[in-house]
């Protein structure tokens, strides 16, 4: 089945900065990649997705960039806010056997005022 | 409004009890998913369901079961609580291919 890592575990960056999250996925029939933002006691929401016939997907300040011959994907958030620190989660959905998203483990995101 | 609803939102339940969360969405969609999550912590899949009588086992599932007699309403039992059991459960759901939407979760407590 489908495996997905996630790194890193905790990122502290200061307002403005940028910061990059990356997920390497291990089933290469896997052909769509979202990524879900989660606020303390809320519900996880889709922010940005990549399907796999896409290398790069952007939207304000969030971006998407997959390479499917590493098969590693990440999120790029540039002029980071203090309301982005969240803890965001990357998925895979492959596109045989049980098609259901496996997650990421998750990263911590604080943005420092 | 077109959402996806879970209810009850907190449940605190003695040892042994029999339990279901319920879960019901007005979107239309085929597909529906229970996950087991720790505060924000990873999304451990329990059940998915591509349609009307049609279910599936994810990594959790030897503990609990569900049923999808109706498109939209797709509920998880828990046949005998355990201490083991308390998390909080997010029901999600989607096209095919396409992002989910999830449910503001069951926190559940068992004592």
């Known amino acids: 089945g489908e495996n997905v890592e996630q790194h890193p575990s905790t990122l502290s960056v200061q307002e403005g900065d940028s910061a990059v999250i990356k997920c390497t996925y291990s089933?290469?029939?896997?052909?769509?990649f979202p990524w879900y933002k989660q606020e303390l006691g809320k519900r996880p929401q889709l922010i940005i997705d990549i399907r796999s016939n896409v290398g790069e997907k952007k939207d304000q300040r969030i971006a998407v960039t997959l390479n499917k011959t590493a098969k590693h994907f990440s999120l790029h958030i540039t002029e980071t806010q203090p309301e982005d620190s969240a803890v965001y989660f990357c998925?895979?959905?492959?596109?045989?056997?049980?098609?259901?998203?496996?997650f990421g483990s998750g990263t911590r995101l604080q943005v420092q005022p | 409004e077109a959402d996806i609803y879970q209810t009850p939102r907190y449940l605190v339940i003695g040892t042994g009890k029999k339990i279901t969360l319920e879960c019901s969405q007005t979107?239309?969609?085929?597909?529906m998913y229970w996950y087991q999550q720790d505060p924000g912590m990873e999304l451990h899949l329990i059940h998915y369901s591509y349609g009307v009588n049609s279910t599936e086992k994810g990594d959790l599932s030897s503990e609990s079961t569900v049923s999808r007699i109706r498109t939209e309403h797709f509920p998880l039992t828990l046949e005998s609580a355990r201490p083991s059991h308390t998390s909080q459960y997010l029901c999600a759901s989607s096209e095919w291919q396409d992002g989910y939407t999830f449910g503001s979760g069951t926190r559940l407590t068992v004592v």
């Open positions: 089933d290469s029939a896997s052909n769509y």
């Open positions: 979107m239309g969609h085929d597909k």
């Open positions: 998925a895979a959905n492959p596109n045989t056997g049980r098609r259901a998203l496996t």
